[in-house]
């Protein structure tokens, strides 16, 4: 399942027809393996799938959390669907990382000579 995430009501189809009325959508990742709890709420079900929309933080896509995620749905204690899930933000936001300025002596790799010897 592929989600991307524009908004803070996100809408998903799922192959799954004993999703309960309101559930917790249990996002976690790979790498730091905490849980994040998002809200859901079942829209339509029918006798093949069900439609349920996932309430987002605000500033969630803002943040650099493109990736593959381990979901599960989750009410009472009871998981009714887990799997993984691909998470797509727009713009992506900030990866920490901090870009390397050069300053001028070493830009362009400009050396000098101080002493070469002949062969």
């Known amino acids: 399942m592929t989600i991307t995430v524009n908004q803070t009501n996100e809408i998903v189809s799922i192959n799954n027809t004993?999703?309960?009325?309101?559930?917790?959508?249990?996002?976690?990742?790979?790498?730091?393996r905490v849980p994040q709890t998002l809200v859901g709420t079942r829209l339509t079900q029918n006798a093949r799938y069900s439609e349920i929309?996932?309430?987002?933080?605000?500033?969630?896509?803002?943040?650099h959390r493109n990736g593959v995620y381990y979901y599960s749905i989750e009410a009472e204690g009871i998981s009714y669907e887990r799997g993984y899930v691909k998470i797509v933000t727009d713009p992506g936001g900030s990866n920490g990382s901090v870009p390397f300025i050069a300053n001028p002596e070493t830009e362009n790799r400009e050396s000098k000579v101080f002493y070469r010897p002949e062969y």
């Open 18 to 32: 004993s999703i309960p009325e309101t559930f917790n959508f249990v996002l976690t990742s790979g790498y730091s």
């Open 53 to 63: 929309e996932i309430t987002f933080p605000v500033d969630f896509k803002d943040e």
